[in-house]
C-alpha cells in the first residue's frame, strides 16, 4: 500500500521560509511521479508543483519564482521549499503520487500571518 507521510508545517509571517517533507513507501518512488497539493479553508484542492522521474518540474502560476519542488530518492522522500509565503500561502499541503492519486496522507499546515 502506498503511504504518504508530510511534514514541516508551521506558523511564519509574510515573507518567511518553510520546507516541506513528504516521506513515501510501498512503492518504487523513483519511478513515480510526485505532486504537491493544497487546500485552503472554503477552496478546492489545488496543484502546487510536480516532480517526475527525471526530476523535472512545473509549477502553478501562484507558486513560480516562490516555490522550488526536489527528490531525494535515496530517501523515498520529496521535498517543497517554499519562500517569501504570503497570506494566501495559507492551507493544508499534501503530497500525492501521481500513478496512485488515491492514496493521501494527513496533510500538513501551514499558517503565514500577514
Known amino acids: 500500500q502506498v503511504q504518504l507521510v508530510e511534514s514541516g508545517g508551521g506558523l511564519v509571517q509574510a515573507g518567511g521560509s518553510l520546507r516541506l517533507s513528504c516521506a513515501v513507501s510501498?512503492?518504487?518512488?523513483?519511478?513515480?511521479?510526485m505532486r504537491w497539493y493544497r487546500q485552503a479553508p472554503g477552496k478546492q484542492r489545488e496543484l502546487v508543483a510536480s516532480i517526475d522521474s527525471v526530476a523535472r518540474t512545473s509549477y502553478a502560476d501562484s507558486a513560480k519564482g516562490r516555490f522550488t519542488v526536489s527528490r531525494e530518492n535515496a530517501k523515498n522522500t520529496v521535498y517543497l521549499q517554499m519562500s517569501n509565503l504570503k497570506p494566501e500561502d495559507t492551507a493544508v499541503y499534501y503530497c500525492n503520487v501521481a500513478n496512485f492519486p488515491r492514496y493521501w496522507g494527513q496533510g500538513t499546515q501551514v499558517t503565514v500571518s500577514s
Open positions: 510501498g512503492i518504487n518512488f523513483n519511478l513515480n511521479n
